[in-house]
């Protein structure tokens, strides 16, 4: 006789010192149930949508790179003279829906800018949830690169560019050569970003 086994809907993720555990076929009573389990941990990111749980212990090189983007982000605003409101990593939630937790995020000239480091190849996930909270743009940090997301009717389409109106002049291929520099030096990263844009 033949038993069909059932796969484990939970899954477990290691990639560059990140952690995370996913878990499926879960209510939003339970999500909740579980947030309020961590509510005094730090350093852990939890994240729901359409039942799917991530819970993600980032490692150093996830805080190093969210560190880079955003002093560069902040740094550029600085100097285009320009005020923003940092949300960091504060908690967005749509009842029994969605919830997240960007890496870095910012309220920027009426948009909202989250910024997430995706080692665990999750960047489809991300997006949707960040759709359902209808999040003007997205940049995404993976393997040395950046991707810039920017949210239309039909979801996010890819660009070169931020369609935030101060952070437009910045091409991401110019931002991840700085967010590289940065690794060794945030001082030549912040003036290699600042020299191209006088």
């Given amino acids: 006789m033949t038993v069909a086994i059932k796969p484990s809907p939970n899954q477990v993720?290691?990639?560059?010192?990140?952690?995370?555990?996913?878990?499926?076929?879960?209510?939003?009573e339970q999500f909740r149930?579980?947030?309020?389990?961590?509510?005094?941990t730090r350093g852990v990111k939890l994240a729901y949508y359409k039942g799917?749980?991530?819970?993600?212990?980032?490692?150093?090189?996830?805080?190093?790179?969210?560190?880079?983007?955003?002093f560069l982000i902040e740094v550029f605003l600085f100097h285009r003279r320009t005020e923003f409101n940092p949300t960091g990593s504060a908690t967005q939630t749509k009842e029994d829906i969605v919830s997240t937790e960007a890496d870095e995020s910012y309220e920027i000239q009426g948009f909202k800018l989250a910024v997430e480091i995706d080692f665990t190849n999750s960047s489809t996930s991300k997006l949707e949830r960040y759709e359902a909270l209808a999040t003007d743009e997205?940049?995404?940090?993976?393997?040395?690169?950046?991707?810039?997301?920017?949210?239309?009717?039909?979801?996010?389409?890819?660009?070169?560019?931020?369609?935030?109106?101060?952070?437009?002049?910045?091409?991401?291929?110019?931002?991840?050569?700085?967010?590289?520099?940065?690794?060794?030096?945030?001082?030549?990263?912040?003036?290699?970003?600042?020299?191209a844009h006088p």
Avoid at 14 to 28: A, P
Avoid at 33 to 40: A, D, K, M, P, Y
Wanted: aromatic residues 8%; negative net charge; glycine residues 6%.
């Fill in 13 to 28: 993720q290691f990639s560059k010192g990140d952690l995370k555990t996913i878990q499926r076929e879960r209510t939003w």
């Fill in 33 to 40: 149930h579980l947030q309020r389990g961590f509510e005094n």
């Fill in 52 to 70: 799917t749980i991530e819970i993600l212990m980032p490692g150093v090189n996830h805080e190093l790179f969210k560190t880079i983007i955003g």
């Fill in 138 to 195: 997205v940049w995404i940090w993976e393997d040395g690169l950046l991707d810039i997301y920017w949210l239309q009717p039909n979801g996010y389409e890819k660009n070169d560019r931020s369609r935030i109106p101060v952070l437009e002049p910045i091409d991401r291929a110019l931002m991840a050569e700085c967010i590289l520099l940065g690794e060794t030096s945030r001082i030549q990263a912040a003036e290699r970003l600042l020299a």
